[in-house]
């Protein structure tokens, strides 16, 4: 499972960075999940607060931020984010449809066929932020 691998990813850095800083107990961990991220976010937490028991980190409590994807075109060098075409794009892709869920949520690597630069309409963009997972933060007690 996808969701799997990176919450044993985040696991271990915990890990890592409680040995490298030398903390005892790792209180609180801040992620941040893109909007454009493949991800369940309650099924990242789940396995989190399992992969943290089973590494021994025992309970931390997990934040959660959203971040915002950005995007770059590289014809015309305009940039844009997610939120700002988002509705547009839904309502194109949807019609009518209510709950519609967003394909290009699920493959990001097609947004270039939904979406193109909102200033010159080329395809040829990159993703700049928010398709991925990050540790942005961990907090803990030193062992003094
Ligand atoms: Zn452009």
Redesign the pocket.
């Known amino acids: 499972m996808h969701e799997y691998s990176i919450a044993e990813g985040i696991v271990l850095t915990i890990k890592k960075l409680r040995e490298v800083n030398n903390l005892n107990v790792v209180s609180e961990a801040v992620l941040s999940i893109g909007s454009l991220a493949q991800i369940d976010k309650d099924v990242l937490l789940e396995l989190l607060k399992i992969l943290s028991t089973e590494y021994g980190l025992g309970h931390v409590n997990f934040l959660v931020e959203d971040e915002e994807s950005m995007f770059k ?1 590289n ?2 060098g ?1 940039s844009w984010s997610w939120s700002q075409v988002k509705d547009r794009i839904m309502r194109e892709l949807c019609e009518d449809v209510k709950d519609c869920d967003n394909p290009v949520h699920f493959i990001p690597d097609l947004i270039n066929v939904f979406m193109g ?1 909102p ?2 309409g ?1 395809q040829d ?1 990159k993703i700049l932020s928010g398709y991925d997972v990050k540790l942005i933060s961990v907090k803990g007690v030193r062992n003094d």
């Open positions: 075109c014809y015309c305009f630069c200033k010159c080329s963009f």
